[in-house]
């Protein structure tokens, strides 16, 4: 059997893994868009590694683009295969994609009008909106911990990572013969403890691990720290700057779990008199979504939803759908709270009010995750006094914030937890993904010195025979 890493390398976007039986199956272990590298990012996403109408079949962990948004690109390109994920994972999908079309449609109709002013001719986006609503039609729903058969020759099972809604590690029995091969692909691990989705479950034994480690090098603050941190950004900013605050978010769990927070501070009485605003269309029919996979939820959000019955919604709480609304929050007065995607920075709505807000020092933004090194969100975030947006100069006089215990990807130590349910003696050898070179350096030796026996780095395009 071989495996090619073709994506999520030395860096944390763009996750895709082939595998070929030697009958010739063909399986990709998901299928997402490289993020956050301006007009370089185009052409990697344009170049797969491999030929979209050979692949079988395409196992995906989860919905974020990073890991999911390429799929209408493949589809586009002749694939006629299945994809297998969560019913959740589905659900999300047929948002998420439509949403991503969207935005290729808008970027590529706006680069199209400066080429057509500089004499130059037109470019195609990499897919469109019908694109991605009809990939739809590939996907089938396996529930967690079913197996489902791959034409005779290989069976695979999901197990919950807790990353997202759906999000699933992936665990893989392939037959060569007499010999059966185990591979799990952990996809992205989420946190222990969260309020809403449940723990990371223990996944099944395997011989190889494709393995996560965006934070393969720091701790998390305790997710108990989380509602009061919010709650202090709150008052610091409404309460005593008569501000505004603003919280870039990625519109799939983070949001949620932004809200659910902001829920419980009105619940409890502890929230200050002002107006919330989600000002995203895709958190609004993700945050819809949510509330039909209650299976996803945990003990504590069950039975808090018993005095409460909508966790993500209260009066003060208004989700905008249209550009005008949005747009009247820029000129809005009042203190208010604003959640808005992208959790980057790097696009959407947020964008826009980023570039409203961030010269006033009433205003504050709060960093609620990771930001990849090149984008907006990492450069205002490691100081840099000036930023670009939209093509003009700002100075950043807004006060800046974080909270990195909202992060839905699990520390090291959470994820030295995760794959503490493996055996080390059959665990045969671990490959890194999907994390920053440098992190993952650090990363390996952690396991190295936990007693896991053969750690290693992936390398793009790498070829490894198991």
């Known amino acids: ?9 030395q860096e944390v976007t763009g996750s895709k893994h082939l595998i070929t039986t030697k009958k010739g199956l063909k399986i990709l272990l998901d299928c997402g868009m490289y993020q956050g590298k301006g007009l370089e990012t185009d052409a990697m996403n344009r170049d797969l590694g491999f030929d979209p109408k050979e692949i079988d079949y395409l196992i995906l962990s989860h919905a974020h683009i990073d890991h999911s948004g390429l799929i209408p690109y493949i589809y586009k390109l002749g694939f006629n295969g299945t994809v297998l994920c969560t019913p959740a994972t589905r659900d999300l999908c047929s948002i998420m994609l439509a949403d991503a079309g969207r935005i290729q ?9 400066k080429r057509k002013a500089q004499g130059e001719p037109p470019v195609e986006p990499i897919y469109t909106m019908e694109d991605a609503q009809a990939c739809m039609s590939c996907f089938i729903s396996v529930p967690y911990r079913k197996k489902f058969n791959i034409e005779g020759e290989a069976t695979v099972e999901f197990f919950d990572a807790g990353h997202i809604l759906g999000s699933a590690c992936v ?16 996809g992205d691990i989420g946190r222990y403890d969260k309020r809403i989705l449940k723990n990371p ?12 480690s965006t934070y393969g090098d720091r701790l998390h603050t305790s ?3 989380a509602e009061q941190e919010l709650l202090m950004a709150v008052l610091d900013t409404c309460t005593k700057k008569k501000g505004k605050l603003i919280i870039p978010s990625f519109a799939i769990g983070r949001a949620q779990e932004i809200i659910y927070a902001l829920d419980r501070l009105e619940h409890a009485k502890l929230l200050p008199d002002i ?3 989600v000002d995203s269309p895709l958190s609004v029919s993700a945050t819809n979504i949510m509330r039909l996979h209650t299976e996803c939820f945990n003990e504590d959000v069950l039975e808090y939803m018993t005095q409460d019955s909508d966790p ?20 809005r007065h009042k203190p208010c709270v604003i959640i808005s995607a992208s959790g980057m920075m790097e696009a959407g709505r947020v964008k826009h009010h980023i570039a409203n807000h961030i010269e006033n020092p009433s205003t504050t933004l709060l960093c609620v995750g990771y930001c990849e090194p090149s984008t907006l969100g990492a450069k205002i975030m490691r100081g840099d006094k000036t930023v670009s947006i939209f093509g003009r100069l700002h100075s950043v006089r807004a006060e800046l914030r974080r909270i990195e215990s909202l992060s839905g990807h ?13 055996n080390k003696k059959k665990l045969k050898r671990i490959y890194l993904v999907h994390g920053e070179a440098e992190t993952q350096q650090n990363f390996r030796e952690r396991l190295l010195s936990d007693g896991w026996k053969d750690v290693e780095v992936a390398t793009f395009r790498q070829t490894v025979e198991l």
Request: net charge negative.
């Open 223 to 225: 997710i108990e720290n």
């Open 171 to 186: 665990c893989l029995e392939i037959k060569e013969g007499r010999k059966t091969i185990r591979l799990g692909f952990t």
């Open 275 to 277: 107006d919330v605003f």
């Open 1 to 9: 059997m071989k495996l090619e890493f073709l994506g999520a390398t």
């Open 410 to 422: 699990g520390d090291y130590s959470e994820m030295m937890r995760y794959i503490g349910c493996q």
């Open 201 to 212: 479950e223990p996944f099944a034994q395997v011989d190889y691990l494709i393995m996560e």
């Open 105 to 113: 449609e808008s970027d590529v109709h706006t680069f199209n009008k």
């Open 312 to 331: 993500f919604g209260f009066d003060r709480l208004h989700y905008i759908q249209t550009i005008a609304e949005s747009k009247t929050l820029n000129v």
